[in-house]
């Protein structure tokens, strides 16, 4: 079972921006980030393949939201701008065997990371 560290959550004002940050305890074939905010189920936020270079993003998210990988291909980032009280939530890395929008497709799930984003 790979384990996922997270960090670079906090308190930003709306417009700002913020990095997570996902390590691997071992490479894994497809990632994501999920999120969820308080009162609501977790949804899904951006996905890639390790080993590629497709992405894939919620529309709520796309083109202020950027999944990647570090330059040591050790780290899976997702850089957050244009930051609104909307992203306000719990930020989970996710791992499993191929990508997907949904949460059940991923075994591993890292402990999550607390975003909050100020009016």
């Known amino acids: 079972q790979v384990h996922l560290t997270e960090s670079g959550g906090g308190l930003v004002q709306a417009g700002g921006s913020l990095r997570l940050d996902c390590v691997p305890s071992?490479?894994?074939?497809?990632m994501a980030w999920f999120r969820q905010a308080p009162g609501k189920e977790r949804e899904f936020v951006a996905a890639?393949?390790?080993?590629?270079?497709?992405?894939y993003y919620a529309e709520s998210v796309k083109g202020r939201f950027t999944i990647s990988l570090n330059n040591a291909k050790d780290t899976l980032l997702l850089q957050m701008n244009s930051l609104k009280p909307d992203d306000t939530a719990v930020y989970y890395c996710?791992?499993?065997?191929?990508?997907?929008?949904?949460?059940?497709?991923?075994?591993?799930w890292g402990q999550g990371t607390q975003v909050i984003v100020s009016a």
């Open positions: 890639r393949h390790w080993f590629g270079i497709s992405t």
């Open positions: 996710a791992a499993g065997p191929k990508v997907a929008t949904t949460e059940d497709q991923y075994p591993a």
């Open positions: 071992t490479p894994t074939i497809a």
